[in-house]
């Protein structure tokens, strides 16, 4: 427990960890005169390092780069392989799991052991991995790394243990799964086809058993020869050899034909009774032309040829497409007896996969959906019905629709906020989904003790946003909001996005939301700002538009050797950013300040509009060009709905806007805020009225010249989008000369202005690239008619306090440690209908930092992180009482106070990959894990902490990654996460009946084991191949110990199946026996009666 005292006397103390001559540390002149008595404040801290623990929770989303696909028919779990190395394995929607190979390589083939609970991974540095998936967190039991050669196919017959792999050098190779060692049995490409033969045969793209004999293994080859091996005799039966390309392989259930696709667009049935030449060959959409050609067609990459007792056999191929259709889409072709349906798809297909209701090869399969795997989507398509509707896919597979460029994620959200965003959602889901349930339902879900309410928020390029469910780590998107509806749809000869570079002119930088109001903002690209209001009722809105220049001109770049030797900030200059504003009443119009490009980037809707219920577009803030240049972009925001005010920044300055009143009431460059004009002229004049100035808001200190020469020492900012290799020196010649002083954060909250206030205001805190703290007080009129009607006044700024870096994060805390929320207005619809018992007033709720104090005026403690410390000032007397310095050599992205176990700590996430927690409000280092070895931009970007120890960030392109910082959250991991492999019996084989079985051979009767044993086949040589043992130390144990439950339950499975056997085998023995007898005294009958006839009397 960590204690600290502190004597508010107003006298000079040492504060902890405070650094000499920092004005914001040093003492105050004199005792204010609204402080209280000298006190002790005294916090204890819960929070201790074993609270904190590191780890990854879920990853949701579709996987970047696909490569491979498989399916265990009998679990109902689908795996999806990825460039990266990366395995998602799927179920029943809660049932998701992402592994990844340590390797990263990427993975070039999936194949389950089908009920074993196993996943085989075949990968592009030539190893073959075993992964348990009997346990929530699937691990690696053995590894084999091939020396010699390449990987190119693999296939696992079902219910063997051997697994047939084939190699780009043409050879086969056979790997024991349960032990991982090859064995000496190989079938080399030299002895499976015809000495005679003068070319290579090229790799193996195809291995497959035979239906009606699992002794013969027919071998495809991509030069197109394709071998039947004899596995007992160990000889070829026969060789096929083809003058196209094989591609894929499938076999007829009964094992008497099969289907191969080429390259040249064909496919070609061969039967076994003939393998001179194809039984038929089909160019499916290659048609005859004029001159009697056929047309050039695509490659067909792959073919599945499924039987179906009700029907004609079902052909389904991917690829085969004519040439000379330019820009027609990938399509998915099915070719259902004469009937053909072409499928076209949005994006390229990488794999697909038919899925049927047996998994033996030698049944009826009965197909009866096809999973296809796309580059940038998974679709599940339904046979059974004739118009081939797809499955609603319920897993959040298109957070990607658009590029994502922005993130929120709130924790412990108002409980009936979640089912009033999904209730008007699902008015505009899409409809003509197959009404069948979603075939991949395996494994196991609950919803466990994580209850709480969680959401995330994603901003995307094209200007939309998406409010997803994120409870219980799943995710299921509950509303989309199109921010590009406000405005006018650009032309193509209107230059100014154009000239701004941009692609994506409504692309989202930066969300805030408030859910308690209600109150949505969205900061786009081109310099504007929406808001947004929330109602359950559709209505006819004219949205009104707000124009601010927020422009600075050369004389207002900073120069740091001009204010090295004044003793006081630089006198405003008369380039202050100027705004236009537009009257509530006539929304659109525009009244150029005599500049001829004084226009917004963007054309805002005049006309009145019926807009759905939701969330309603209140008002639109645009910055202008000016003379000829691109507004700068947003960089800061806040919004708050108790004070109805909305302030934002860039590098050229601030504007707060009165987003009741819809006018600006403040907009000054930030080198005016530091103005050393009269500090106490309070801006009282209407903010209808067009202002040419704004005054200095600055209130003059003891410490202004200290204050000025630690500001023109501390390091520049540049923009966060720049590189992450910033050079961070603390030396003046370091500052770039024309660096523009950016405003970097924004926050509203109850707060002491100034160190004489007794109670505390309203107030703005402003962060600065360039580590400075400014406070602005405000003047809000509390009476509901008076808000509405009388101005909001900004008062001169109070406090100036100083870090180092960038100001990123601002928090409050009392003097017990709690955190004080900001106030807000609570939740009410404008467009509901008027009841006049009960007039639709403003309901705000405060939390005033004195609350939980016995006695006003005791103040509070400020909580400033920048990107490279972090102080905790006590307010009103500005006192530093903590100081941390958090890094060095890098810088920190993203923080934030969250809390955590009933209390607080601060959360930060470095470029170098670091993410550690400090405790609140003494600043003590409590976990610090560098996680993630190298951070790009998206990350950057996207990485995001809430409450309850989570976090989340985009780890590709088209996931999201969740993580848990809490040690709590990680112990429980296990029972939040569904299980994969649930036991289930084995479907019998249907009987083949007497004759079939006995004339037609029996796959059961092969013995493998005496085939590819050691003692048949003897050892493999070393040097081919390398078993790795799976690495894992305690999850390795674990992985163990539930393997040996599994293989206690298939023993018992395999005993009751064999006793079922044993049973069946039992009364099909009487029942033949019973026919003999039967048999037998018929016999004796007709002989006795046929005994004394002669030959002529029959």
Known sequence: MKKFRKVLDGLTTSSPGGTIGSPSCGSAAGTPTAAPTPKEIDVQETLVSENFQLCKTVRHGFPYQPTALAFDPVQKILAIGSRSGGVRILGRPGVDCYCQHESGAAVLQLQFLINEGALVTACADDTLHLWNLRQRRPAVLHSLKFNRERITFCHLPFQSKWLYVGTER??????????????????????????????????????????????????????????????????????????????????????????????????????????????????PHGKIQKDGRKESCKPILKVEYKTSRSSEPFVIFSGGLSYDKAGRRPAL?????????????DHPIVEFMVLCETPYNNE??????????????????????????????????????????????????????????????????KTGYSQKEWPVGGGTWTLGSHTYSEIIITGHADG??????????????????????????????????????????????????????????????????????????????QTVSLEVRLQCEPEDIITPSEN???????????????????????????????????????????????????????????????????????????????????????????AVVDYLQKTVILCISTLDLYGATDPYQRLTRSPRRNRQSTSGLTELTDNQQSIDMERSKSPTSESRENSFSRSRSSSVSSIDRDTKEAITTLQFGESYGRKHDALPTPCLWVGTSLGVVILIPLSIPTDHEERMEDPVTVGPSGAVLMLKGSVLRFAFLDCNGALIQSPYEVWRDLNAPED???????????????????????????????????????????????????????????????????SVCLACFCANGHVMTLSLPSLRPLMDVNYLPLTDMRIARTFCFTNEGQALYLSSPTEIQRITYSQEMCDNLQEMLGELFTPIETPEAQNRGFLKGFFGGNAHTFDREELFGEAAAGKASRSLAQHIPGQGGVEGMKVAASGVVGDLARARIALDERGQRLGELEERTALMMTSAETFSKHAHELMLKCKDKKWYQF
């Not at 495809?220 to 026969?238: C, N, S, Y």
């Not at 905790?872 to 934030?896: G, K, Y």
């Open 364 to 429: 009826v399969q009965e197909p009866y959906a096809v999973v296809v795997l796309l580059e940038k989507d998974l679709i599940v398509v339904d046979l059974t019905q004739s118009n081939y509707p797809v499955f609603e896919n319920p897993y959040p597979m298109d957070i990607h629709e658009s590029p994502v460029t922005c993130t929120a994620y709130f924790a412990d959200c108002p409980p009936d906020i979640i089912p009033i965003l999904y209730s008007i959602g699902a008015k505009h889901k």
């Open 333 to 345: 072709t099915i070719m259902h007896g004469k009937a053909i349906t072409v499928l076209e798809m």
């Open 464 to 541: 939309s946003i998406k409010f997803w469910d994120a409870s219980a780590f799943t995710l299921q998107m509950l509303y989309k909001l199109k921010t590009s509806k406000v405005f006018e749809k650009p032309k193509p000869g209107d230059g100014r996005a154009a000239e701004m570079g941009e692609d994506d002119p409504f692309a989202v930088q930066m969300v805030s939301w408030c859910p308690h109001s209600r109150i949505f903002c969205v900061v786009g690209i081109s310099a504007h700002i929406i808001l947004y209001r929330f109602s359950k009722y559709e209505a006819n809105t």
């Open 564 to 654: 090295e030797n004044n003793p006081c900030f630089s006198e405003p200059t008369s380039h202050s950013p100027q705004t236009h504003y537009q009257h509530p009443v006539s929304p659109g119009s525009r009244t150029p300040d005599g500049a001829k490009d004084s226009v917004p980037s963007l054309k805002v809707k005049e006309k009145m509009v019926r807009v759905p219920p939701g969330y309603q577009s209140d008002l639109v803030i645009q910055l202008l060009w000016v003379d000829g240049e691109p507004p700068q972009q947003i960089t800061s925001l806040d919004i708050n709905s108790a004070y109805g005010l909305l302030a934002f920044g860039n590098c050229n300055g601030l």
């Open 170 to 283: 043409g050879n086969t190779h056979i790997v024991n799964i349960e032990s991982f060692i090859l064995s000496g049995y190989v079938i080399m490409w030299n002895k499976a086809i015809e000495l005679s033969t003068k070319t290579h045969p090229g790799p193996v793209v195809h291995l497959s058993d035979s239906p009606k004999d699992e002794g013969k293994l027919l071998i495809g080859f991509e030069g197109g020869t394709i071998v039947q091996w004899d596995l007992r005799a160990k000889k070829a039966d026969f060789r096929i050899y083809y003058d196209e390309a094989i591609h894929s392989v499938s076999w007829h259930h009964e094992g008497k034909q099969f289907m191969c696709s080429h390259s040249d667009g064909s496919l070609t049935l061969w039967n076994l009774r003939n393998t001179t030449k194809p039984f038929q060959v089909t160019f």
């Open 836 to 902: 006049p018992d009960r007039p639709r007033r403003r309901k705000l709720v405060h939390f005033s930092p004195s609350s939980s104090q016995d006695a006003f005026g005791e103040g509070h403690l400020a909580v400033v992180c920048s990107e490279r410390q972090a102080k905790v000032f006590l307010m009103p007397s500005q006192s530093c009482l903590f100081v941390h310095n958090i890094t060095e050599s890098s810088f920190v992205l993203r923080a934030d106070v969250v809390s955590l176990c009933n």
